[in-house]
């Protein structure tokens, strides 16, 4: 069974610069998450998709970030425009349910450097 | 706010010893628990969880881990340890009501010593 794929697995882009993240999940899995993780912490949730439908996107800075998830399969994370602090890795998984006892199988991430 | 706090940040062991990663969680209503382990490069993935039931759970590659709710953990444990378990681990929580979204603590680096 193929894990969950992200693309591009590096980006360096230069500050104020727009960014695109991909993540294509495991396939049958109807709940999609977007995660950041910075140097040296845990993941933090940016937004969860059941389906087409984003349910949780309470932690999206929503003035520079946007997400979509057409076709409730693959998922596309924008950030327009780049700033430094936005330099990290962005993770992406999926799960059957988003009940909160679903295990979250990660993809391997994108690591993002904005100079 | 819900929160998890993992103690220590570095835990370096020599190999075939025993390890302990702990991990305390703020909560006043019933949890969900997980310890993820994330490999250098890599994505994360799923050690153990504690959804109910029996307060010990087994995991995969030997790993253990204890609820204890009248403390508010659930540490990791493994008797005895490899060079190949070398990597970052976290602790994660979700909560039966409200939001049900999983937090992580900050990750403790393990690093086993030959």
């Known amino acids: 069974e193929a894990g969950v794929v992200q693309s591009p697995r590096y980006k360096i882009i230069e500050k104020k610069q727009p960014v695109a993240f991909w993540c294509n999940p495991i396939s049958g899995h109807n709940t999609l998450y977007w995660y950041r993780q910075n140097l040296g912490q845990g993941p933090e949730l940016l937004i969860r998709y059941e389906n087409e439908e984003a349910v949780d996107d309470s932690q999206l800075p929503k003035d520079r970030f946007s997400a979509e998830r057409l076709k409730g399969v693959d998922s596309t994370l924008k950030i327009q425009p780049a700033e430094l602090g936005d330099s990290a890795v962005y993770l992406c998984a999926s799960s059957l349910g988003g009940d909160g006892s679903y295990e979250q199988y990660f993809g391997p991430g994108t690591r993002l450097t904005v100079t | 706010a819900q929160s998890v706090t993992q103690l220590d940040s570095q835990v370096p062991v020599f190999e075939e010893a025993p390890v302990e990663l702990r991990c305390n969680y703020s909560s006043s209503v019933s949890v969900y628990l997980f310890w993820y382990v994330q490999y250098p490069n890599q994505g994360l993935q799923l050690l153990l969880k504690y959804l109910s039931g029996s307060t010990l759970v087994k995991g995969i590659n030997g790993f253990e881990a204890e609820f204890n709710k009248s403390q508010t953990s659930f540490h990791l444990r493994k008797p005895s340890v490899h060079i190949s378990d070398t990597a970052e681990y976290f602790c994660?929580?979700?909560?039966?009501?409200?939001?049900?979204?999983?937090?992580f603590g900050q990750g403790t680096r393990l690093t086993i010593n030959p």
């Open positions: 994660a929580v979700s909560y039966l009501q409200g939001a049900q979204k999983l937090v």
